[in-house]
DNA sequence: ATTATCTATAGATCTATAGATAATGC
DNA sequence: ATTATCTATAGATCTATAGATAATGC
């Protein structure tokens, strides 16, 4: 019935991992800790023995999602094919607007991260400084001095449009809202 | 104990009123239908003779915040003095971002309804289109042809921002994701 | 008589804990 | 012996209902 150190290490990081796909998908108070561990094929009872409370698991799941999500923000810096219309498109698909569970933690939680602790609030916080100095990179800066609020319009711009997007029943409409990329990089290039 | 039916709906919409300005604050699972009731000065008991169900207490309070807001988006529209910076300034103040309460349900809730009922995204649909119209007449179009892909942005980027400047705790940042309104009038001005 | 509100509570769900079980690791 | 997991449950909270109470309105 028990396991090895490093067997617990890799439970407790899928635990991690389905918390992270599981808020995104229905917020940070939508899914119980006793569902997670089923999901994560464990029984509720074994919770407290891999977090101290459920707020710890909501950390880590931030975490984990915010550390996902830069991996593969990085291949659009790294590979010179990609730029940064190729990254809007990709934020703004149907792809990431219809799989939360495993698109950007910021578009899918920020209201709910608005009510959470000061922990919570502080690594949001830090995910989206880190998501201005990716689009920072990827504003290939005509204009240097204005880099940064160019970064910070087209960061309110794409996880507005997807929060929008998600929330938005009328499918043409919702549709609509993606096309704001094409509006956003016409803005970003005058 | 009992009340006339004029007293009854008189009390029934200043619980949706309270509901409306709990829910945005908190989130529409943030609050027990029992502490709207405490708030609105009444039993939790009574509820069910004012709603049918916990979820049309939502429909109605979404569709209470939305008619305020509309009512406070007309002086932007028939005052001659007021234009679309004023809008943006005050969308962007604060004010704003501190008061969600009293404050746009689209920026504060846009999470919480993508994981709501059709009936409440089907209302929230509604009001995005209406804040399209009221932008697209804050814009006085140069490029007519353009005017309601600009709107579009306006709506993304604003919403984007007041959701984001809320659930950032480092208080620079979240002032600085407020100035994306400068940036944002001067790309539409261009 | 009807009904708006209140008190009380059933039933469901959630966080967290207690104690039992069975495998690990010195 | 230690510990990772399991079963079971205490205590809190939430939606919804039942029955009592007291005012309205024909």
Redesign the pocket.
């Known amino acids: 019935?028990?396991?090895?150190?490093?067997?617990?290490a890799l439970?407790?990081e899928h635990i991690v991992e389905v918390a992270a796909k599981r808020f995104r998908e229905v917020g940070l108070?939508g899914?119980?800790?006793?569902?997670?561990?089923k999901e994560a094929?464990?029984?509720?009872?074994?919770?407290?023995?891999?977090?101290?409370?459920?707020?710890k698991l909501v950390e880590e799941a931030m975490t984990c999602a915010y550390k996902k999500r830069k991996e593969s923000a990085a291949k659009y810096i790294n590979d010179p094919s990609l730029s940064l219309s190729d990254f809007v498109e990709s934020y703004l698909s149907e792809r990431h607007i219809n799989n939360p569970g495993s698109g950007c933690a910021v578009s899918a939680l920020m209201n709910d991260v608005a009510r959470s602790s000061e922990t919570v609030r502080a690594l949001f916080s830090a995910e989206v400084e880190s998501q201005i100095a990716t689009m920072m990179t990827l504003l290939n800066d005509k204009k240097p001095s204005e880099t940064r609020a160019q970064a910070i319009l087209a960061i309110c711009t794409l996880a507005g449009a997807v929060g929008l997007a998600r929330a938005i029943s009328d499918e043409d409409l919702s549709r609509e809202l993606t096309t704001v990329g094409h509006t956003l990089l016409k803005a970003l290039e005058a």
Do not use: L, P, W
């Open positions: 019935m028990s396991r090895s150190q490093a067997e617990k439970i407790h108070n899914i119980g800790v006793a569902d997670v561990m094929g464990r029984t509720g009872g074994g919770f407290y023995k891999h977090f101290e409370s459920r707020d």
